[in-house]
């Protein structure tokens, strides 16, 4: 039995004690997220302790786009010469404190990855924005890589995070 799932955030989810550690992102959770789906700017996922029922970490993925110059040379070879190359943005991901260094958070970017390359949409690859150093060592230990010239704006092709979570890439 699996002793968690995710999940489209709903109403009948209880976000209210929800506590990560970052203030931001806990009132991202419990006051925006649902606006950010109403007025389809982003979607929510959350990870349910099916247990308790309680929420212990979520994220969210929306569409952008990302210029094909800011995009390494190898990884565009063999893309059309468009302006811009269509991805999906991972906004936001946190887990409850109690439920940290159990591996919640990579559980929660494998099944956005899975998401993105599932999509109807072309979404080339997945952008985040690390809020810190700790986020952005943890999105590069996936595969994630620094877009040329930006701080904290990471890249991955969703070709490559198909291969990392079909194993023929170690990470």
Same mark, same amino acid.
């Given at each position: 039995?699996?002793? *968690? /799932? ?9 976000? &209210? ?9 806990? /009132? ?5 997220? &649902?606006?950010?789906?109403? $007025? $389809?700017?982003?979607?929510? *996922? ?11 970490? %979520? ?32 906004? /936001?991901?946190?887990?409850? @404190?109690?439920?940290?260094? $159990? ?11 899975? $998401?993105?390359? /599932?999509?109807?949409?072309?979404? %080339? ?14 999105? @590069?230990?996936?595969? %994630? &890589?620094?877009?040329?010239? @930006? ?14 979570? @079909? ?5």
């Amino acid at each position: 039995m699996a002793l *968690f /799932r995710i999940e489209p955030l709903s109403p009948a989810h209880d976000r &209210s004690r929800f506590l990560s550690g970052s203030g931001a992102l806990d /009132r991202y959770l419990r006051r925006q997220a &649902s606006q950010d789906i109403r $007025r $389809r700017i982003a979607t929510c *996922f959350v990870m349910i302790d099916t247990g308790t029922g309680e929420v212990v970490g %979520f994220y969210t993925l929306a569409a952008t786009g990302v210029p094909l110059d800011a995009l390494s040379e190898e990884g565009t070879r063999r893309l059309p010469r468009y302006p811009l190359v269509p991805a999906a943005l991972l906004g /936001r991901l946190a887990i409850a @404190e109690p439920y940290q260094g $159990r591996g919640l958070g990579a559980a929660l970017l494998v099944d956005a990855l899975k $998401r993105a390359s /599932r999509t109807e949409l072309g979404v %080339f690859a997945l952008l985040v924005d690390a809020k810190d150093d700790s986020a952005q060592r943890f999105y @590069e230990h996936f595969g %994630f &890589s620094l877009l040329p010239g @930006e701080t904290r704006h990471l890249v991955l092709p969703v070709a490559t995070a198909l291969q990392l979570l @079909e194993g023929q890439i170690a990470y």
